[in-house]
């Protein structure tokens, strides 16, 4: 039972006098003591019935609530009938720690209390092992017919209880979509990510401003262990407060979740077969007509092209390639982790990968999944990434035809180096960055980028930290202003004299003049380094 329900019609007269918001706490028993220090006796969801004898000073009420706080009690009711009303400081203490307060009446007795506790949580027990063995057959029965999403309407017609299974990068695989916004989502994953970096035991428990939530893992089967392409089991509540037989049933929830990922893991085999020789064809140069017949395979597996009508040889439209390279991931973790986070946006990508790198071929059609959103879509894979940890990927213009997949691949791996040149856990570079300094920069080798930037900003940033000087920010904003002083001083709110100051400065230090073009590209160039 929970505590609320010692408020309910039919039970005894208690007064609610502290902490409402912890009425769904569950007690599993009751312990009647007048000790100053009872918590040795306490082994966590009592109800601690008490006649406030132990109280002989207000600074009493402090000391016995944190103590059966430490030992575990989720409620403590306070007799009235030998002391009299409750008193405020013990009011007070309950509010502080969070502890629900409840007045018995000087006409209730404790025993009265017990004996309703006692014929409830009975009850509750064994109304959960008959429920458990029903739902166990009425879950399987699900999942046999309906796939995930019966099974957690099941559980949220019969039981109230909502679930969701998600994605790492928080695409709703099933669960009512409606009823978890995407910020919960993000913070679900980003929450049990963090915990699977930090090896903590599931269940993983995040408290959002919507509410509690508890968190299960729903390993992936393949033969690479990437905690980061795992799927997420939430469910609302905490399930560290269950009855162990709730318990069990969210255990089997989540190996029947597990199971679910392993079907459908299988079922992606044969479109793992097909993205690993159109990437063989795309590295020896192929036949654009031998490629395209095996994209055509590819296509028409996919759901939205399952129809009895002739297909075209090749979607309409144009192709995209995705490179990306991971590090300090295991070898295969890069491919599910891509087959993940493009799930919940297209059914038709082919992830081709070997070791740490993964190459991804879709049609143009969804282009603005990578283009536009695809750092968005991994952002909550950044919790997940140990220190050494990172993601990079390259995104190519369209291909128009399957002729051109060869040069977009190459395309796609030289907007991976710009994404590799910068700094970040997950970082994405597009085809539009092609045609930039970027790509120039990013082909410099290490230690001459270092070289060029330490030449020109070294000095300027040792004058900064020696006399709190702000000149670095001064160049950046000078560069952005296109030299324009007027509008420079606008922007960094300070005198033109004291602008023109600042800028004398850099060019003493340096030895560089800022009226020449040259110099000007060179601190662009720098800055961007840095």
Not at 113 to 138: K, Y
Not at 167 to 196: C, F, K, M, N, Y
Not at 296 to 306: I, L, P
Request: charge should be negative; include cysteine; hydrophobic fraction near 45%.
């Amino acid at each position: 039972m929970r505590v609320r329900d010692l408020l309910a019609p039919g039970a005894p007269r208690l007064r609610l006098l502290a902490a409402e918001d912890e009425l769904d706490r569950q007690v599993s028993g009751v312990m009647t003591t007048d000790l100053h220090d009872p918590g040795r006796y306490l082994h966590g969801g009592e109800l601690v019935l008490t006649g406030m004898l132990w109280r002989t000073a207000p600074a009493d009420s402090e000391r016995f609530v944190r103590t059966i706080v430490a030992g575990g009690a989720v409620a403590l009711a306070a007799g009235e009938a030998e002391v009299g009303p409750v008193p405020e400081d013990l009011v007070e203490a309950c509010r502080r720690h969070r502890m629900p307060l409840l007045a018995v009446p000087d006409d209730i007795a404790f025993g009265t209390v017990t004996e309703f506790i006692g014929r409830q949580v009975s009850a509750d027990r064994a109304a959960d092992l008959a429920a458990l063995v029903d739902r166990h057959r009425l879950l399987v029965s699900a999942a046999g017919g309906g796939g995930l999403d019966a099974v957690l309407d099941l559980l949220g017609g019969d039981l109230d209880l909502d679930c969701w299974v998600l994605t790492p990068t928080g695409a709703v695989i099933a669960g009512p979509v409606d009823r978890l916004s995407a910020e919960d989502r993000d913070q679900l994953v980003r929450a049990h990510l963090g915990a699977q970096r930090q090896r903590r035991r599931p269940p993983h428990r995040a408290r959002l401003a919507t509410g509690s939530y508890s968190l299960l893992p729903a390993p992936a089967v393949a033969d690479t262990q990437a905690p980061l392409a795992d799927w997420v089991l939430a469910v609302a509540g905490d399930v560290t407060e269950w009855t162990t037989k709730r318990q069990q049933l969210a255990e089997n929830l989540a190996r029947l979740v597990a199971a679910e990922r392993q079907r459908r893991d299988e079922g992606r085999r044969l479109r793992r077969r097909l993205a690993d020789e159109v990437l063989t064809l795309l590295h020896r140069d192929a036949d654009p007509g031998e490629i395209s017949r095996t994209l055509y395979a590819s296509t028409a597996m996919a759901a939205r092209y399952e129809s009895p009508e002739p297909k075209p040889p090749t979607p309409e439209g144009s192709w995209l390639v995705l490179s990306a390279e991971g590090t300090g991931l295991p070898e295969g973790a890069v491919r599910a982790i891509l087959e993940e986070a493009l799930n919940g946006t297209t059914d038709r990508a082919l992830v081709a990968g070997a070791g740490t790198g993964a190459v991804v071929v879709l049609p143009a059609l969804d282009s603005a999944v990578p283009a536009d959103t695809l750092r968005e879509l991994l952002a909550p894979l950044e919790a997940g990434l140990g220190s050494e940890g990172r993601i990079t990927l390259g995104v190519s213009a369209p291909a128009p035809e399957a002729g051109g997949l060869r040069g977009a691949l190459e395309e796609a791996r030289h907007a991976r180096r710009i994404a590799a040149a910068r700094v970040g856990r997950v970082c994405v570079a597009g085809p539009e960055e092609l045609a930039s300094h970027v790509l120039l920069l990013a082909a410099v080798p290490d230690e001459v980028r270092r070289a060029f930037r330490s030449r020109l900003l070294d000095k300027v940033i040792a004058y900064d930290i020696e006399h709190q000087a702000d000149l670095v920010r001064t160049l950046e904003a000078f560069l952005r202003s296109d030299g324009s002083w007027t509008r420079c001083a606008a922007q960094l709110h300070v005198h033109v004299n004291t602008l023109r100051y600042r800028i004398g400065r850099i060019e003493e230090l340096t030895g560089r003049d800022l009226s020449r073009l040259e110099d000007r590209v060179d601190f662009y160039l720098a800055l961007e380094l840095a």
